[in-house]
C-alpha cells in the first residue's frame, strides 16, 4: 500500500513537472479589490492540489477520530453489559440457592452500573414482595414501569402490589392497561377475575369470563372456563334477587337452567323469585315439576320446607311415598320419609320406615338421633340413652349436613357455590358416601343459607 501511493505521489508529480514545461504564463488572482496577486499557472495547480488534500485529510481524520471514539464507547458498553450478565446470572443462582442477600447485593450492583435495568428492578421488587414489605417493592416495580413503560410484567407485578394494599381500583386499572397492550394475556384475566370476584362484581366478570372462555386453548379448558362463566351468571342472578330486582334475577336464572338444565341452585333461585312474587304455589309446583326430572334431593329439601310452611304435609307424604313406590329400594329416599314421619310427630311411621331401610348403618348417626327422639319423646330414657351415646342436641336431630361432592368439605347450611373449593352445584346431604374418602377433615363449616 505505501509502494503504491509513493508511485501515485511521484506520477502525480510528473505531470505537474511535463505541464509547468509547456504552461510558463502568470495568472492575475484578485485577493481583495485593490490586492491583486500574478502567480504561475502551476503554481495554482499545487495550491488548489494541496488545499483538497488538506481538506481530504481533514475529513478522514474526523472521520477516523469519530471511529475510533465510537468502537472506545462500545467496548465500554459491551463490557458493562457483560459485568451485568454476569452480576444477573450471580443473582439469579442466588436466588435459586435461597441465599436472598447476596441476590439483593448483585441486583444492586446491576443498578449501579445502569440505573434503568428493568430485569434487576422487578427481580429486587419480587424479593421485596416475598418479604411483605410492599412499600419497597411498589417503589422497583414503579421504577420498571417508569424504565420501560411498554414492560407487561411491570404493569401485572405493580397491580398485585396494589391489590395486596388493598388498593382494588387501582389495581385493575393497571390490568386494564396490560389487556389493552394485549387482550389475551391469560395471566391479566385471571389476576382481574379474581379481585372482581372478592369485589363480587358479577356483572363485570361475565363479560371478562366470556374473554376468557375464548381464550381457552382446548376443550378440556373450555369446559371448566364455560362451568365458571354460568357459576357466575348463577351469582349476577342471585345478587338481583336479593337487591330485590326481581325481573333481572328471573332472567339471570333462566338463563343458566338454559346453559345447564341441572343446574339445581339456579332452579331453587327461580322458585324463590316465584315466592317473592307472591306466587308460593307455583314455587311449589316448578320445584316438583323438576324434582320428577331430576329426583334431587336438595330440591326435595326445599320443596319440604315449602309445603310444610303453607301447612300441606298430606302433599308432601304423598310425593315421598309416591317416590318410594317408583324407587323401593332407595334407602335415602325412606329415610328422608322417616325424618319427615319424625317433624310430623308421626314417630310409629317414623319408626316403621327406618326398620325397612337396607344398611341403616350408612345414615348414622342421623337415624339415631331420630330413634333416640322418639323414644326420649315416649319416655323411654333408657333405650333414648342408648341410641344418643352423648348428649342429645335437638336442633341438629333433624338436620342433615351438607358436602362438596368435588372437595369433600363439610358445611351446615346449602349454598349454590362451594366456600372451599369455589365450585358450582356441588353441594349434596353428607349420606351414603356422597363426599369424597378424605373430605371434611377441617369440620363442620357454615355455608351461605339459600334455602
Given at each position: 500500500m505505501g509502494k503504491a501511493v509513493t508511485f501515485i505521489f511521484i506520477l502525480f508529480l510528473a505531470v505537474i513537472a511535463y505541464l509547468a514545461v509547456f504552461n510558463r504564463e502568470s495568472v492575475t488572482i484578485f485577493v481583495t479589490g485593490d490586492t491583486v496577486y500574478e502567480?504561475?499557472?502551476?503554481?495554482?495547480?499545487?495550491?488548489?492540489?494541496?488545499a483538497g488534500a488538506l481538506l481530504m485529510l481533514i475529513v478522514?481524520?474526523?472521520r477516523d477520530t469519530r471511529r475510533l471514539i465510537e468502537n472506545i464507547q462500545t467496548q465500554k458498553r459491551q463490557k458493562r453489559r457483560d459485568r451485568v450478565q454476569a452480576l444477573h446470572s450471580?443473582?439469579?443462582?442466588?436466588?435459586?440457592?435461597?441465599?436472598?442477600?447476596?441476590?439483593?447485593e448483585a441486583l444492586k450492583e446491576i443498578l449501579t452500573e445502569d440505573r434503568e435495568n428493568t430485569q434487576a428492578l422487578l427481580r429486587l421488587g419480587e424479593l421485596a414482595l416475598e418479604e411483605r414489605d410492599l412499600k419497597r417493592a411498589r417503589e422497583y416495580f414503579k421504577r420498571a414501569r417508569s424504565a420501560e413503560p411498554d414492560n407487561t410484567e411491570a404493569l401485572l407485578s405493580l397491580a398485585r402490589v396494589r391489590e395486596l394494599e388493598g388498593e382494588?381500583?387501582?389495581?385493575?386499572?393497571?390490568?386494564?392497561?396490560?389487556l389493552r397492550k394485549d387482550h389475551h394475556n391469560v395471566r391479566a384475566l385471571y389476576r382481574k377475575r379474581e379481585i372482581l370476584e372478592r369485589l363480587g362484581r358479577w356483572g363485570e366478570l361475565v363479560d371478562l369470563q366470556r374473554g376468557v372462555v375464548k381464550a381457552a386453548h382446548n376443550e378440556g379448558e373450555k369446559k371448566r372456563e364455560q362451568e365458571r362463566l354460568i357459576g357466575y351468571k348463577y351469582e349476577y342472578?342471585?345478587?338481583?334477587?336479593?337487591?330485590?330486582?326481581?325481573?333481572?334475577?328471573?332472567?339471570?336464572?333462566?338463563?343458566?337452567?338454559?346453559?345447564?338444565?341441572?343446574?339445581?341452585?339456579?332452579?331453587?333461585?327461580?322458585?324463590e323469585v316465584m315466592i317473592q312474587e307472591q306466587d308460593t304455589e307455583g314455587a311449589i309446583n316448578y320445584l316438583e315439576g323438576i324434582y320428577r326430572q331430576g329426583r334431587s334431593l336438595i330440591v326435595l329439601a326445599r320443596l319440604e320446607d315449602l309445603l310444610l310452611s303453607v301447612e300441606q304435609p298430606s302433599r308432601l307424604i304423598s310425593l315421598y311415598k309416591q317416590s318410594v313406590a317408583e324407587e323401593p329400594g332407595d334407602s335415602v329416599l325412606k329415610f328422608f320419609l322417616a325424618k319427615l314421619y319424625y317433624r310430623l310427630e308421626m314417630l310409629d311411621d317414623a319408626l316403621d320406615v327406618i326398620q325397612g331401610i337396607e344398611s341403616p348403618s350408612s345414615f348414622l348417626p342421623e337415624i339415631a338421633k331420630i330413634r333416640g327422639g322418639i323414644y326420649l319423646k315416649r319416655g323411654q330414657a333408657e333405650m333414648a340413652a342408648e341410641e344418643f351415646r352423648s348428649a342429645l342436641d335437638m336442633k341438629r336431630t333433624l338436620r342433615l349436613p351438607y358436602c362438596?361432592?368435588?372437595c369433600g368439605e363439610v358445611f351446615e347450611e346449602w349454598s349454590g357455590r362451594c366456600p372451599s373449593c369455589g365450585r358450582w352445584n356441588t353441594f349434596y346431604f353428607r349420606i351414603?358416601?356422597?363426599?369424597?374418602?378424605?373430605?371434611?377433615?377441617?369440620?363442620?363449616q357454615q355455608g351461605r343459607t339459600e334455602r
Open positions: 502567480i504561475p499557472k502551476i503554481a495554482l495547480v499545487l495550491i488548489s492540489a494541496t478522514y481524520t474526523i450471580r443473582a439469579l443462582g442466588a436466588i435459586y440457592a435461597g441465599n436472598r442477600d447476596a441476590a439483593v382494588y381500583e387501582e389495581a385493575l386499572g393497571l390490568l386494564d392497561e396490560a342472578g342471585r345478587e338481583a334477587l336479593e337487591a330485590g330486582e326481581l325481573e333481572k334475577a328471573k332472567k339471570a336464572f333462566r338463563t343458566v337452567i338454559k346453559l345447564d338444565k341441572g343446574f339445581i341452585p339456579a332452579h331453587l333461585g327461580l322458585a362438596c361432592t368435588d351414603r358416601g356422597a363426599c369424597p374418602a378424605g373430605g371434611g377433615g377441617a369440620g363442620i
